[in-house]
C-alpha cells in the first residue's frame, strides 16, 4: 500500500479509536448514574467534592487518548519496537491512573464506576492504539 494512503488511514483509525473510548465511557456514565442512580461524585484537591458530569468524563477520555496517539507517534520516530513499547506504557499508566478513583471516589458505588470508567477508556484506547501501531 503506498505510503500516502497509509499515514491518513492510521490518522483516521488512531481518531475513531479515541471517539470509541469517549462513547464508551459516556455510555458507562449513563448506565450508572442516570439509569442505576449512582451518586458519581470524587475528592477534589483541595479536599472538597465535586460532580463527575459526562463533559469531565467525555474531556478526560479525550485528554488521555490524545495522549496516548501523541506517545506513540513520538515512539514511532524514535524505534522500530514502538508498538510494543507503547503497550507497556500504555497498561502500567492505566493501572496507575485507578489509584485516583480508589482514593478519591465517594462511596462504594462512585468508587466502583469511576474504576469502571477507567477500565472502559483503557479497554477501547490500549488495543484500538496499539492495532494503529507502525509494524
Do not use: Y
Not at 58 to 76: F, I
Amino acid at each position: 500500500m503506498p505510503a500516502t494512503t497509509v499515514r491518513p488511514a492510521r490518522r483516521r483509525d488512531r481518531l475513531l479509536t479515541v471517539l470509541a473510548a469517549i462513547a464508551a465511557t459516556l455510555l458507562g456514565w449513563a448506565v450508572a448514574v442516570p439509569l442505576a442512580g449512582v451518586e458519581l461524585t470524587a475528592r477534589s484537591g483541595g479536599g472538597g467534592e465535586q460532580r463527575v458530569t459526562p463533559v469531565a468524563v467525555a474531556v478526560s477520555t479525550l485528554l488521555a487518548g490524545l495522549a496516548g496517539w501523541a506517545l506513540l507517534a513520538v515512539l514511532e520516530r524514535f524505534t522500530g519496537r514502538a508498538g510494543t513499547v507503547w503497550t507497556v506504557v500504555a497498561v502500567v499508566v492505566a493501572l496507575l491512573s485507578l489509584l485516583g478513583p480508589l482514593t478519591g471516589g465517594v462511596g462504594r458505588a462512585a468508587t466502583v464506576t469511576l474504576v469502571a470508567l477507567h477500565l472502559l477508556a483503557g479497554a477501547v484506547l490500549v488495543p484500538g492504539l496499539r492495532r494503529t501501531a507502525v509494524r
